[in-house]
């Protein structure tokens, strides 16, 4: 069975940087969309960002827009995150998923099949 393992994670201070990764176990889900979701203790799980199976399109939530950044190595069975300017509010357990490459919009968690274990961002002041 395909899994989806992130990486990256840690403390960082407000207003660093940090980049996340995720690797799929498998080659087979490199033509699947990929996305990146958060949740905070006591939120809910929020979409972060998308990426097309072939990495061009993209589409970010609006908390995040201009600061972070996905991105997908189809050869190394990878998507990243790198998330610039962290905020106290980025602090959050991050997801990867993966869903069909069809899968639109990027931000329905309901249209994702896999989900990694996820990995804890901390921002500290």
């Given at each position: 069975?395909?899994?989806?393992v992130?990486?990256?994670?840690?403390?960082?201070?407000?207003?660093?940087?940090?980049?996340?990764?995720?690797?799929?176990?498998?080659?087979?889900?490199?033509?699947y969309?990929?996305?990146?979701?958060?949740?905070?203790?006591?939120?809910?799980?929020?979409?972060?960002?998308?990426?097309?199976?072939?990495?061009?399109?993209?589409?970010?939530?609006?908390?995040?827009?201009?600061?972070?950044?996905?991105?997908?190595?189809?050869?190394?069975?990878?998507?990243?995150?790198?998330?610039?300017?962290?905020?106290?509010?980025?602090?959050?357990?991050?997801?990867?998923?993966?869903?069909?490459?069809?899968?639109?919009?990027?931000?329905?968690?309901?249209?994702?099949?896999?989900?990694?274990?996820?990995?804890?961002?901390?921002?500290?002041?």
């Open positions: 069975q395909v899994q989806l992130e990486s990256g994670g840690g403390l960082v201070q407000a207003g660093g940087s940090l980049r996340i990764a995720c690797a799929a176990s498998e080659r087979t889900i490199n033509r969309t990929k996305g990146w979701f958060r949740q905070a203790p006591g939120k809910e799980r929020e979409f972060v960002a998308g990426i097309s199976w072939n990495g061009s399109v993209t589409n970010y939530a609006d908390a995040v827009k201009g600061r972070f950044t996905i991105s997908r190595d189809n050869a190394k069975n990878a998507v990243y995150l790198k998330m610039n300017s962290l905020k106290l509010e980025d602090t959050a357990v991050y997801y990867c998923a993966a869903g069909p490459y069809y899968t639109w919009p990027y931000s329905d968690a309901g249209k994702y099949d896999l989900w990694g274990q996820g990995t804890q961002v901390t921002v500290s002041s």
